[in-house]
């Protein structure tokens, strides 16, 4: 069993989403069995411009009011979400397109407030139900999931979408968690990238001044997963994390 998430600019470029797709499909038909994990933050805010919405971040976090989760909901559950299921259609791949917060898939908290800011509509994720993703896989159909959560009482949250991908391989019991996003992997002190790293050497790494913008988030949520019992983490196209 695999977690996929696909992320960063690669959603915005079709060759580029045409390739990682590609060789989903290829892993799927070849019977591996795939959950995909989505997020689509330059989507969205290509969709503030054009409503007029101002874009708000803090600690590198999206500040999402009630006009930003409508924006969020119905670019990530709708837009995004549909535009990668009916790609992986037309690649012969029977895919199933639904957000977070179906099922339980994804269960969340307000996220606190950060040095006095609040996040609004910000959620920390704290429950992954695999029963929906479970069905499905056993049906044949590849589950793609936005980052969208299930708040208290029904309420909708924005979740990172690394951290919802890592909630999900912990709830299904994956023995993989793929990041497929726009950079290489880690990069060392000479720009190069890192084939492998062990989790005692993640962790110092997580400290140093090499981990920047969103690396850090995602090495977090892979160093998290790993905890869970994952026991391979990819970043990018050239590192792998392991638990020793």
Same mark, same amino acid.
């Given at each position: /069993?695999?977690?996929?998430?696909?992320?960063?600019?690669?959603? %915005?470029?079709?060759?580029?989403?045409?390739?990682?797709?590609? &060789? *989903?499909?290829? =892993?799927?038909?070849?019977? &591996? @069995?795939?959950?995909? !994990?989505?997020?689509?933050?330059?989507?969205?805010?290509?969709?503030?411009?054009?409503?007029?919405?101002?874009?708000? +971040?803090?600690?590198?976090?999206?500040?999402?009011?009630?006009?930003?989760?409508?924006?969020?909901?119905? !670019?990530?559950?709708?837009?995004?979400?549909? /535009?990668?299921?009916?790609?992986?259609?037309?690649?012969?791949?029977?895919?199933?397109?639904?957000?977070?917060?179906?099922?339980? +898939?994804? !269960?969340?908290?307000?996220?606190?407030? *950060?040095?006095?800011?609040?996040?609004?509509?910000?959620? @920390?994720?704290?429950?992954?139900?695999?029963?929906?993703? @479970?069905?499905?896989?056993?049906?044949?159909?590849?589950?793609? *999931?936005?980052?969208? =959560? @299930?708040?208290?009482?029904?309420?909708?949250?924005?979740?990172? =979408?690394?951290?919802?991908?890592?909630?999900?391989?912990?709830?299904?019991?994956? !023995?993989?968690?793929?990041?497929?996003?726009?950079?290489?992997?880690?990069?060392?002190?000479?720009?190069?990238?890192?084939?492998? /790293?062990?989790?005692?050497?993640?962790?110092?790494?997580?400290?140093? %001044?090499?981990?920047?913008?969103? /690396?850090?988030?995602?090495?977090?949520?892979?160093?998290?997963?790993?905890?869970?019992?994952?026991?391979?983490?990819? *970043?990018?196209?050239?590192?792998?994390?392991? =638990?020793?």
């Amino acid at each position: /069993m695999k977690v996929i998430k696909l992320g960063g600019s690669l959603l %915005d470029d079709p060759q580029r989403r045409a390739e990682a797709l590609g &060789e *989903i499909a290829f =892993a799927w038909t070849a019977g &591996e @069995q795939i959950v995909l !994990v989505h997020g689509g933050g330059k989507h969205i805010d290509a969709r503030l411009a054009q409503l007029g919405i101002p874009k708000r +971040t803090h600690a590198g976090l999206r500040v999402t009011d009630d006009a930003t989760l409508d924006v969020v909901v119905s !670019v990530l559950a709708g837009t995004v979400n549909k /535009m990668l299921v009916a790609e992986l259609t037309a690649l012969g791949v029977r895919s199933a397109g639904f957000s977070g917060a179906d099922a339980s +898939t994804l !269960v969340a908290q307000p996220h606190p407030s *950060i040095d006095g800011v609040s996040l609004g509509h910000v959620g @920390q994720v704290t429950f992954s139900s695999p029963l929906l993703l @479970q069905s499905l896989l056993g049906a044949g159909i590849l589950p793609v *999931i936005s980052s969208v =959560a @299930q708040g208290p009482e029904g309420a909708l949250l924005n979740v990172n =979408a690394d951290t919802a991908a890592t909630a999900i391989a912990k709830g299904l019991g994956a !023995v993989s968690l793929h990041f497929i996003t726009d950079v290489a992997g880690l990069l060392d002190a000479e720009g190069k990238v890192i084939a492998k /790293m062990t989790a005692v050497e993640a962790r110092a790494y997580l400290h140093s %001044d090499f981990v920047k913008g969103g /690396m850090k988030p995602k090495l977090e949520a892979a160093l998290n997963a790993l905890d869970a019992g994952v026991s391979t983490i990819a *970043i990018g196209g050239g590192t792998e994390l392991v =638990a020793a």
